[in-house]
């Protein structure tokens, strides 16, 4: 049996189908505010964060149906303290971005909320110390 490789560098990069790319843009570029790293056309968006991560978003086949709603639980994006959440929290909140669960304390640090993109897909912005402090 083979040993395994050295440890990974972490989860950096998603992909979602998205049914509305025009309203997936606006929310992950003009609220969340992530960078175009690369749009080779109409129907592919990568995205990112200060270059840290890689948020692909590809338009959904015109006969892409959900089954029961998404497969992916949530995708997550850091924040550097817990009290950014609660400005997050209220940032888009202000905007009518659905809010699916508000900021709470976890039992090991963390801090976050819930929050659903034009597409239906589950966001949560959380600040979680240990990735939190070695990223920022």
């Not at 509305?20 to 606006?26: G, I, L």
């Not at 570029?29 to 690369?38: A, N």
């Not at 909140?93 to 709470?104: C, E, G, L, Q, Y």
Request: proline share 7%.
């Amino acid at each position: 049996m083979k040993k395994r490789p050295s440890a990974t560098l972490g989860l950096r990069h998603l992909a979602l189908n998205v049914v509305d790319m025009a309203a997936c843009r606006s929310f992950y570029v003009d609220l969340l505010g992530m960078q175009v790293e690369w749009e080779p056309d109409v129907g592919n968006l990568y995205l990112t964060s200060k270059g840290q991560d890689n948020l692909a978003l590809h338009r959904a086949p015109e006969k892409y149906k959900r089954v029961s709603g998404q497969a992916l639980d949530h995708l997550g994006f850091i924040l550097a303290s817990a009290d950014e959440v609660d400005e997050w929290y209220q940032f888009l909140a202000s905007h009518d971005v659905p809010i699916k669960a508000p900021p709470r304390t976890h039992r090991d640090g963390a801090r976050s909320f819930y929050c659903s993109d034009p597409d239906g897909n589950t966001v949560q912005l959380i600040y979680h110390p240990p990735v939190s402090e070695s990223v920022g």
